[in-house]
């Protein structure tokens, strides 16, 4: 999914590496919590920790992001009037057009640190592979060479004999069988018999499966002093389970510590086998092995399939939040550092302007949880150097609730619009806020009161007067007075500017209300009206399809198109769920190389918040690349999201 490309891959590592430690970490306080229970709990926990961090690259990279939006290219340069030049030329390099920036095919490799950070890390996992695959190689040996022990075990595991002195083992994935030395031969049917049942035990637990995944976890993050910790524990603990099983099934303690003894002071393992073979005994971790052994009162419960369900669950409900977390690259982090900057600087210089006009610019580019972090800064600003009855600061709330109107949160936009209102008034500055608030009050279907405020707004601001008569002919239409909604339709298109926005979703609206009474030549007549308006605004708007760049395919020929992998519905807007509006929006989008979408722009749009509403969900869906001769590249396409109240 990662072409050769140190913008992309490079972060990725970085940020599965910052997980694997939170992962690894709870994993290490699991256990520590589960210290009175049995080895085979805890053995449970380590697993299911090397199996989340193996999994880690892979779900960062197909689950929905979920990042803090913190980028630079809203900023406008002036901005920064007391920050650093530094910092200026950063964010001056960081808004320079996409069709000026330079093709990393162009530009010569020159290696970074965190490259080599990088090449560090797969290298080291690259040689930790190859030090399992001479392990295989041994045991596969092993094998080849033993002959079947004349003592076997039920349940159709094979019993092999190798070299004289070598260490009692288990080993194989998927035909699982037991080594034993042939001094096995010369043994007491009692240290057979204990041998046996501790290596039947790590077959019976499936042990060999959770070695391989284990090690394979190692062998990637080998550079974490945290996955070498959980390596010991896992071991520790595993071998501890098997010798929990070996004392439940009726073998004394002092019996079972002095046969291991001996085993592991006179047998030795082959180079590379403990790699990928499970030895009986590991000098290392002996003693404490033998402590617990002799410990009458350890807990030697058994962990059921159920407990392991339960637990894999756990681990899922708190790995997929974080592997889902983006760590965003050094670049992001510097623009963070540059927006809390400029707010600093504007406050120090009681500049409010200077935020807002960044907000702006914030929202063109749908910013906009950044663009209300600078409206609530403005807002502060504001309310220190005027205070907080005065119309500056009324016109700051104004500006806030247009934001949370804007990106289709009217609920949010509300409080800010009733609190402007209380200090201004019925003015023409506060018809939009007087409009808000009759919408809300239009959701319960109370159009009495919804009718009143936009009568309000249609005096107080001649420039809000057609979208008060538009709501008017809504709130009329849910009373069933139909001839009444169909006038105040008509005197909102003969008030509205001719050729706006405003406009063409008051045609469209008069269509769904057309049809709705069955004049289906008539609601078709408004809704082509509506279509050619709404294209002759993008054209004018310069919305152009994507593809155009450079390197950006589109789909035909050895370009194959990129496929969903994962969707999110839109959501409906206050504002058109209230007015009942229906329709599809289309969006030009480029599909890259990582199957993100990017450069989303309009084609077909639609009114009261719905177009921002379909950004946002295409925003957070993932596809399969597309590829051309098999190679992922960035493909042109589009898309169509329907707006259906049911």
């Not at 804007?406 to 800010?416: I, T």
């Amino acid at each position: 999914m990662f072409g050769w490309n140190v913008s992309e891959w490079v972060p990725l590592l970085a940020g599965v590496a910052v997980k694997s430690a939170i992962v690894l970490g709870v994993a290490w306080m699991a256990a520590f919590l589960l210290r009175k229970r049995s080895a085979a709990a805890r053995h449970v926990v380590w697993t299911t920790g090397f199996a989340a961090v193996l999994a880690l690259p892979l779900l960062s990279v197909s689950l929905p992001a979920l990042r803090v939006p913190v980028a630079p290219q809203w900023l406008p340069p002036d901005l920064f009037f007391e920050a650093t030049a530094a910092l200026r030329n950063s964010e001056a390099s960081a808004v320079q057009p996409a069709s000026k920036a330079v093709h990393a095919g162009t530009v010569p490799w020159r290696p970074s640190w965190p490259l080599w950070l990088a090449l560090a890390w797969l290298g080291g996992a690259a040689l930790s592979f190859s030090h399992m695959l001479v392990g295989w190689i041994a045991v596969q040996r092993m094998r080849r060479n033993a002959r079947p022990f004349p003592a076997g075990i039920e349940g159709g595991v094979g019993v092999l004999e190798t070299a004289p002195g070598s260490m009692p083992a288990a080993c194989g994935l998927f035909r699982p069988v037991i080594l034993l030395p042939a001094d096995a031969r010369e043994w007491s049917e009692e240290r057979r018999k204990f041998v046996l049942l501790h290596e039947a035990a790590h077959v019976r637990r499936g042990d060999m499966a959770t070695h391989f995944l284990a090690r394979i976890a190692l062998s990637l993050y080998w550079w974490n002093p945290l996955a070498w910790t959980a390596w010991r524990e896992f071991l520790k603990e595993r071998e501890r389970a098997a010798d929990d099983l070996v004392l439940n099934s009726g073998a004394r303690a002092s019996d079972y510590a002095a046969h291991l003894l001996d085993i592991a002071r006179s047998m030795q393992s082959t180079a590379g086998v403990a790699a990928v073979a499970i030895p009986m005994a590991r000098v290392s971790q002996l003693e404490g092995r033998l402590l617990a052994i002799l410990d009458a009162g350890r807990n030697r419960a058994s962990f059921g399939r159920a407990s392991v369900v339960a637990a894999v669950l756990l681990a899922a409900v708190f790995v997929l939040p974080v592997a889902a977390f983006q760590i965003q690259p050094p670049a992001t982090e510097i623009a963070g550092a540059d927006l809390d900057a400029a707010i600093r600087a504007a406050a120090s210089a009681r500049n409010p302007e200077r935020l807002e006009q960044a907000a702006q610019a914030a929202q063109r580019l749908r910013k906009y949880d950044i663009a209300r972090k600078l409206l609530d800064s403005a807002l502060s600003i504001r309310a220190e150097t005027s205070g907080r009855q005065s119309p500056e600061y009324a016109t700051a709330l104004l500006k806030l609730g247009d934001l949370e109107r804007k990106h289709g949160r009217l609920s949010g936009a509300v409080p800010f619009y009733a609190e402007a209102l209380s200090i201004l008034g019925d003015r023409s500055e506060t018809g939009s806020a007087l409009i808000a608030l009759g919408i809300q009050t239009l959701n319960p279907k109370k159009p009495d009161q919804a009718i009143a405020y936009f009568k309000r707004a249609r005096a107080a601001s001649p420039a809000d007067a057609a979208s008060a008569l538009m709501w008017m002919a809504v709130a009329r239409e849910q009373e069933a007075k139909f001839p009444a909604a169909e006038i105040l339709y008509q005197q909102a298109l003969a008030t509205a500017a001719p050729g706006t926005p405003e406009t063409a979703t008051i045609m469209e609206l008069y269509a769904l209300f057309l049809g709705r009474q069955g004049r289906e030549s008539e609601a078709a007549n408004f809704r082509n009206q509506a279509g050619t308006l709404r294209r002759s605004f993008l054209e004018q708007a310069g919305t152009k399809s994507s593809g155009s760049g450079d390197n950006v395919y589109r789909i035909g020929g050895d370009v194959w198109p990129p496929k969903l992998l994962f969707k999110v519905e839109p959501e409906y807007s206050e504002e058109a769920r209230a007015a009942k509006y229906q329709g599809a929006a289309v969006i030009s989008v480029e599909i890259g190389p990582d199957g993100k979408p990017g450069n989303l722009k309009i084609q077909r749009s639609l009114g009261l918040g719905l177009d921002e509403k379909a950004i946002e969900a295409v925003n957070q869906w993932k596809f399969e690349p597309g590829t051309r001769n098999g190679r992922p590249v960035t493909v042109a396409a589009t898309i169509e999201v329907n707006f259906r109240l049911l």
